[in-house]
């Protein structure tokens, strides 16, 4: 069973920037695609980015491409998203997921279906 668990959600500025980061405590962490997704108060989830097993491959939502970075550290078992020129629409609470379905051919899953495990999330507030 994998456990995941994200941290560094908090309270910024319109423009600012946060690092969240999400810590999985399987030992196979280096055969799972894993990906962000964000939830916004009365709105579904939805796809922010995504990283493959290796972190060779990318893939983000139009709405924060050049903005957000995603990458993995397989040796720390850790993803991270470095969020940049934050926006009050961007605030969500943020998730981290894992794919851990070793014969999907999406190198980069983008539908939260495809993720069979989760973090609890953390909080990101952008103020105007």
């Known amino acids: 069973q994998v456990q995941l668990v994200e941290s560094g959600g908090g309270l910024v500025q319109a423009g600012g920037s946060l690092r969240l980061s999400c810590a999985a405590s399987?030992?196979?962490?280096?055969?799972?695609?894993m990906g962000w997704f964000r939830q916004a108060p009365g709105k579904e989830r939805v796809f922010v980015a995504a990283v493959s097993k290796s972190g060779g491959a990318t893939k983000y939502a139009d709405a924060v491409k050049d903005r957000f970075t995603i990458s993995r550290d397989n040796a720390k078992n850790t993803v991270a998203l470095q969020m940049n020129s934050l926006k009050p629409e961007d605030t969500a609470v943020y998730y981290c997921a894992a794919d851990v379905v070793p014969s999907r051919m999406t190198v980069v899953p983008e539908h939260q279906g495809d993720y069979g495990y989760w973090g609890q999330g953390t909080q990101v507030t952008v103020s105007s």
């Open positions: 399987g030992r196979t962490f280096s055969t799972y695609a």
